[in-house]
């Protein structure tokens, strides 16, 4: 059974800096892609950022300011978040596509002063 626990979330200043982390477990394969999705309060979830391999792709919103990054090892994906800015306030998820979609419960990350 997959299962995936998101960490790291909070609150925040504009301009600051954040990690989350995600933390798989149950069988995972070095080589599935892993990510993280956003939600804000009355909108679509969003993807903001993605690891294939040593690919990563990033949404136009994020790039120059957010970083994925995997430990195979620890089976965990972090997204350092930097310049945080108030229209980041979001529930953060994390997904693993590995013979389907997994999904963890989200961490909620608020940037205001």
């Known amino acids: 059974q997959v299962q995936l626990v998101e960490s790291g979330g909070g609150l925040v200043q504009p301009g600051g800096s954040l990690r989350l982390s995600c933390t798989a477990s149950g069988g995972i394969n070095s080589l599935s892609p892993m990510g993280w999705h956003r939600q804000a309060p009355g909108k679509q979830r969003e993807l903001v950022a993605i690891?294939?391999?040593?690919?990563?792709n990033y949404a136009d919103s994020v790039k120059g300011r957010f970083t994925i990054s995997r430990d195979n090892a620890k089976n965990t994906v972090y997204l350092q978040m930097n310049n945080l800015k108030p229209e980041d306030t979001a529930t953060y998820y994390c997904?693993?596509?590995?013979?389907?979609?997994?999904w963890g419960k989200g961490t909620l990350v608020t940037v205001s002063s």
């Open positions: 690891i294939i391999g040593g690919t990563t």
């Open positions: 997904l693993l596509v590995q013979r389907g979609n997994y």
